[in-house]
């Protein structure tokens, strides 16, 4: 029977199917109050004086914060190295323009032999010492929030 043969050596390359989402939340609640209150009282045989005088003041506040990220790719590795145990050590770089936007995205780590699935891919959640970089432009940018001058540049492919 013929089969693909899996990464197992130096050069060898496999595929890593990135699926990494993170959620982050964070809440604060502070209130303050304070016053303050003075009173006297003046007089003599034939007039009486009083007076008082009150102060009070609040505040209360509330914020949260909030981030979700995803990512969903899949990048081919190579194997740079076997460890003494039998790991492989993987790199790879992928590069990307889409509609004008220079993405990259980079992987290194350490991946056990029997994680590899039979398709020769391994998920992002298996590699060991992972170490996955996404440089792109951030999401909702696009030439149409240029400056005039960048996007006449951009026409010409000079930015």
């Known amino acids: ?9 130096v050069g060898d390359s496999l595929t890593v199917l990135i699926y990494e ?13 304070g016053g303050i209150q ?4 003046a007089g003599s045989s034939t007039v009486n004086h009083s ?9 209360s506040g509330n ?10 790719a899949q990048i081919s590795v190579v194997v740079d190295g076997v460890l003494p145990n039998g790991d492989l050590h993987v790199v790879g770089e992928q590069a990307l323009k889409i509609n004008g936007q220079h993405t990259r995205i980079r992987l290194r780590g ?7 699935s039979s398709l020769n891919t391994v998920r ?5 010492d992972a170490a996955i970089d996404y440089d792109g432009a951030p999401l909702g940018t696009s030439e149409r929030r240029s400056g005039v001058a960048r996007r ?8």
């Open 1 to 9: 029977m013929a089969s693909d043969r899996l990464a197992s050596r």
């Open 21 to 33: 989402s993170s959620q982050a939340q964070n809440t604060s609640q502070s209130s303050r109050q």
């Open 38 to 41: 003075a009173s006297g009282q």
């Open 51 to 59: 007076g008082q005088l009150s102060a009070t003041a609040g505040y």
């Open 63 to 72: 914020g949260q914060t909030g981030r979700t990220e995803q990512m969903i």
């Open 110 to 116: 350490r991946i056990r032999r029997e994680d590899i």
């Open 124 to 128: 992002s959640s298996m590699v060991a």
């Open 152 to 159: 006449v540049l951009g026409w010409f492919g000079l930015h």
